[in-house]
């Protein structure tokens, strides 16, 4: 199984997961880069998803990506990882810590998908009403109207992009500034069956119980459709330092700065 793989800087190594499920790391970008000088970024293309495309019959569930996560550690002889996983990406860490605690080194979480099926409800629920709201229903039909797809359909179609993403922002008219991106709607589909009605919390605890837990960080926005209540149990429970930002589900876009400082201050670097 070939991974599309990108690294940027040297000195100590982060291996970077995308969210999605089924996207890839070009979202990313370019704040995420911010983060390398002092440290090397391994960044890669989940299977299914961006540049790492797979058959229709290749499994592309959680236990795949978890694999795929410890098959990189081995290719690159480490022990142990540094993760910083975003969105999906952080629960996918929290999946690969569950699964092999021993090969952690640091957690790095920004805005993580929630630890339990039952606040992953409440995210969708909280997504649909913000797509719902006059403001944003509006943009999409002066959109519509605007002639903007026969003139320019690049232009038209980097702005259904923006507002097909406004639900997850503070304040939608951030969404420009975030790179847009595809997810493969068949491995979105697929993970998230894999997952079931699940719950990460009971073997959390129970992890914690039998091994020092690895120095961790969440930050989540306290505007994030995703319910920060999850990420606060989640940080409870891995013993991590949490970091509220004033944002939505994008800290990287919508407070470069502060996502930067907090990151770079936790991270291994030379």
């Known amino acids: 199984m070939r991974l599309f793989t990108r690294r940027v800087g040297s000195g100590p190594l982060v291996v970077v997961l995308h969210g999605g499920p089924g996207a890839s790391h070009d979202y990313l970008l370019p704040q995420y880069d911010l983060l390398a000088p002092g440290r090397s970024l391994l960044y890669y293309d989940q299977r299914g998803g961006g540049q790492s495309p797979v058959p229709r019959d290749t499994p592309v569930g959680w236990q795949e990506h978890v694999t795929d996560l410890d098959s990189i550690r081995a290719d690159l002889g480490l022990g142990r990882l540094t993760v910083c996983g975003y969105s999906w990406g952080g629960l996918l860490a929290v999946l690969y810590f569950v699964e092999h605690p021993e090969r952690v080194e640091r957690l790095a979480l920004v805005a993580p998908a929630s630890p339990t099926a039952e606040y992953r409800r409440q995210f969708e629920e909280e997504f649909a009403r913000r797509m719902a709201a006059p403001e944003i229903k509006r943009e999409r039909d002066a959109l519509r109207a605007s002639g903007l797809r026969e003139r320019d359909p690049a232009a038209y179609q980097r702005r259904a992009f923006e507002l097909s993403v406004a639900g997850y922002f503070r304040d939608f ?27 990460l919390r009971p073997q959390l605890k129970e992890t914690a119980s039998r091994v ?31 970091k509220e930002l004033p944002v939505g589900h994008c800290p990287h876009v919508e407070a470069t700065a502060e996502f930067v400082h907090t990151l770079d201050d936790f991270l291994p670097k030379v």
Not at 176 to 193: E, G, I, P, S, Y
Not at 213 to 225: A, E, K, R, Y
Not at 233 to 241: D, G, I, K, M, V
Request: hydrophobic share 45%; proline share 9%; no cysteine.
């Open 173 to 199: 008219h951030d969404a420009k500034n975030l790179t847009a991106f595809r997810v493969n709607a068949r491995t979105q589909q697929v993970v998230w069956d894999s997952l079931g009605n699940y719950d």
């Open 212 to 242: 020092p837990l690895p120095p961790s960080l969440v930050i989540h926005g306290t505007f994030d459709p995703l319910p920060i209540a999850g990420s606060r149990e989640l940080a409870a429970l891995l013993h991590a330092r949490l």
